[in-house]
C-alpha cells in the first residue's frame, strides 16, 4: 500500500538524521523509500528502481552507467528529484559546471513541488559544491547557507555543511579567513558524523597554512587526528615550519 506524503518525509528524515532502524520502520516494506534508506545506510540493494541503480552506479565513480539509469527514472515525484540531483553530481564530477548547474536547477523544482525541504537542502548543497570547485566561493557560500537553513535541527550533515561553508569563505580573502576559522571551530564540534571534527581540523590546518596562522593548528583535538586528516595536519604543519617569519 502506497504511503502517505507526510509517512515519506518522516522517513527520509529520519534516515537524514541517521536513524536507519527508525527510518525503515516508517516506511513500508514494499515502499521505494525502503530500498533507498537501506543503500544509504550502506548495505547492498538488488533494486529495480533506476534512481537506486544510478546512485549505486555513481558510487562506484562508474558515471556513464549512472548518468543512463538517472535519465530513465520516471515521474514527477521525489524520485525523479533525487535522480536530477544525481546528474548534477555526475557532471559536476565530471568538471561540467554549467551542466551540473542547470540539473541542480531541475531538481530544485521538481523537489519544490512537493515541497520536500530535505531535497531542497541535499541539492542547494550540491550547487554549493559544484560552485566552490568551479571557483566561485562566494555564490558557494551563499549556497551552503542556503543548505544550513534547510536543514533540520537534527540533521547529521550540518556539521559537514558547516565545513563546506568554511572552505568558501576561507578563499575569500581576510575578513572571509575569519568567518572561516570559526565555522571549523563549530563544525569540529557539531554532532552527527563521526568524522566532522576531523575534516573541520583539517580545513583548519590547511587555512592555518595558507594565511601563515600557526596558532590555528594548536587545537588539542589535532592531536586525536587520524588517516587522511591526519596527513593534511601534518603537511600543513611541514609548510608553515618552513615559511620566512
Given at each position: 500500500?502506497?504511503?502517505?506524503?507526510?509517512?515519506?518525509?518522516?522517513?527520509?528524515?529520519?534516515?537524514?538524521a541517521?536513524?536507519?532502524?527508525?527510518?525503515?520502520?516508517?516506511?513500508?516494506?514494499?515502499?521505494?523509500?525502503?530500498?533507498?534508506?537501506?543503500?544509504?545506510?550502506g548495505?547492498?540493494?538488488?533494486?529495480?528502481l533506476?534512481?537506486?541503480?544510478?546512485?549505486?552506479?555513481?558510487?562506484?565513480?562508474?558515471?556513464?552507467?549512472?548518468?543512463d539509469?538517472?535519465?530513465?527514472?520516471?515521474g514527477?515525484?521525489?524520485?525523479?528529484?533525487?535522480a536530477e540531483?544525481?546528474?548534477?553530481?555526475?557532471?559536476?564530477?565530471?568538471?561540467?559546471?554549467?551542466?551540473?548547474?542547470l540539473?541542480c536547477?531541475?531538481a530544485w523544482?521538481?523537489?519544490?513541488a512537493?515541497?520536500?525541504?530535505?531535497?531542497?537542502?541535499?541539492?542547494?548543497?550540491?550547487?554549493g559544491e559544484?560552485?566552490?570547485?568551479?571557483?566561485?566561493?562566494?555564490?558557494?557560500a551563499?549556497?551552503?547557507?542556503?543548505?544550513?537553513?534547510?536543514?533540520?535541527?537534527?540533521?547529521?550533515?550540518?556539521?559537514?555543511?558547516?565545513?563546506?561553508?568554511?572552505h568558501?569563505?576561507s578563499?575569500?580573502?581576510?575578513?572571509?579567513?575569519?568567518?572561516?576559522?570559526?565555522?571549523?571551530?563549530?563544525?569540529?564540534?557539531?554532532?552527527?558524523?563521526?568524522?566532522t571534527?576531523s575534516?573541520a581540523?583539517?580545513?583548519?590546518?590547511?587555512?592555518a597554512?595558507r594565511?601563515?596562522?600557526?596558532?590555528?593548528?594548536?587545537?588539542?583535538?589535532?592531536?586525536?587526528?587520524?588517516?587522511?586528516?591526519?596527513?593534511?595536519?601534518?603537511?600543513?604543519?611541514?609548510?608553515?615550519?618552513?615559511?620566512?617569519?
Open positions: 500500500m502506497p504511503q502517505s506524503w507526510d509517512t515519506i518525509l518522516a522517513a527520509w528524515r529520519l534516515a537524514e541517521g536513524r536507519w532502524t527508525d527510518a525503515a520502520a516508517a516506511c513500508g516494506p514494499t515502499d521505494p523509500l525502503a530500498e533507498i534508506i537501506a543503500m544509504r545506510s548495505q547492498r540493494v538488488a533494486s529495480e533506476p534512481v537506486v541503480q544510478g546512485w549505486q552506479h555513481y558510487y562506484r565513480a562508474e558515471y556513464s552507467a549512472a548518468k539509469k538517472f535519465l530513465k527514472q520516471e514527477r515525484g521525489w524520485l525523479k528529484a533525487w540531483l544525481g546528474l548534477a553530481k555526475v557532471a559536476g564530477d565530471c568538471g561540467k559546471w554549467a551542466i551540473a548547474l540539473w536547477a531541475q523544482r521538481t523537489a519544490a512537493d515541497e520536500h525541504t530535505d531535497m531542497l537542502a541535499e541539492v542547494s548543497g550540491a550547487r559544484i560552485l566552490l570547485r568551479a571557483g566561485l566561493p562566494a555564490a558557494a551563499a549556497s551552503f547557507a542556503e543548505d544550513l537553513g534547510l536543514l533540520t535541527p537534527g540533521n547529521r550533515y550540518r556539521g559537514r555543511v558547516r565545513c563546506y561553508q568554511a568558501a569563505w578563499r575569500m580573502g581576510p575578513e572571509g579567513s575569519k568567518a572561516a576559522k570559526l565555522a571549523y571551530r563549530i563544525a569540529a564540534h557539531s554532532p552527527g558524523e563521526s568524522g571534527a575534516y581540523m583539517a580545513g583548519l590546518a590547511v587555512l597554512a594565511s601563515n596562522l600557526p596558532e590555528l593548528l594548536s587545537e588539542p583535538v589535532a592531536a586525536n587526528l587520524t588517516g587522511f586528516s591526519a596527513f593534511w595536519f601534518q603537511v600543513c604543519q611541514s609548510r608553515l615550519a618552513t615559511n620566512p617569519e
